[in-house]
């Protein structure tokens, strides 16, 4: 019992962190797109 909860709990966390990881990296691409994309328009001749 002991030697499989150790290991799914450490998947789990990894996963949990990776979940996390990527929807922080979605809003992060939603907020700096934008700005992004203005400062590429606004450079345009």
């Known amino acids: 019992m002991t030697v499989y909860s150790v290991p799914s709990k450490l998947v789990l966390l990894c996963s949990f ?3 996390e990881l990527r929807v922080g990296l979605d809003h992060l ?3 700096y797109f934008p700005t992004f994309s203005l400062i590429i ?3 345009l001749p």
């Open 17 to 19: 962190c990776f979940a």
């Open 29 to 31: 691409i939603d907020i």
């Open 41 to 43: 328009f606004s450079a």
